[in-house]
C-alpha cells in the first residue's frame, strides 16, 4: 500500500493541525494505520495509532492532544492536533500495518511525511 501524509504547515503555538494520511493500492481498511514523528537530531517517535475497528492508541506524551481517526470510504487516516506546542515540530509520518499490538506499531509499509512547524 502506498501512503501519503499531508497538511502539515507553520502553526503558531496553541493552534490546531488536522494531518491526513491517504492510501491507495490494497484494501484500506484491513490495515491499522500509525502515525509517528521525527524532529530534527531525534530518533523517531510513535505517537498513536488506530485499529481496523477504530480502536485508538496513544502515547502518554501526547494523549489530550491527539486524536487518531480514519474514513475508510476515503483510505484516509487522520491526525487531529490541538493545542500545539514547539517541541510537536517535526515530520509527521503514516504508517500500515497488518497487525495490532500496542503499545507497539509494527511498520509493514511507511508513507512520506508532512512537516510541521510550530512557532512560539
Known amino acids: 500500500v502506498q501512503l501519503q501524509a499531508s497538511g502539515g504547515g507553520l502553526v503558531q503555538a496553541g493552534g490546531s493541525l488536522r494531518l491526513s494520511c491517504e492510501a491507495s493500492?490494497?484494501?484500506?481498511?484491513?490495515?491499522?494505520m500509525g502515525w509517528f514523528r521525527q524532529a530534527p537530531g531525534k530518533e523517531r517517535e510513535f505517537v498513536g495509532a488506530?485499529?481496523?475497528?477504530?480502536?485508538?492508541y496513544y502515547t502518554d506524551s501526547v494523549k489530550g492532544r491527539f486524536t487518531i481517526s480514519r474514513d475508510n470510504a476515503k483510505n484516509t487516516a487522520y491526525l487531529q492536533i490541538d493545542g500545539l506546542k514547539p517541541e510537536d515540530t517535526a515530520d509527521y509520518h503514516c504508517?500500515?500495518?497488518?497487525?495490532?499490538?500496542?503499545?507497539?506499531?509494527?511498520?509493514?509499509?511507511w508513507g512520506r511525511g508532512t512537516q510541521v512547524t510550530v512557532s512560539s
Open positions: 504508517a500500515a500495518s497488518v497487525i495490532w499490538y500496542p503499545p507497539r506499531f509494527r511498520v509493514d509499509f
Open positions: 488506530i485499529s481496523w475497528y477504530d480502536t485508538t
Open positions: 493500492g490494497r484494501t484500506f481498511s484491513d490495515y491499522a
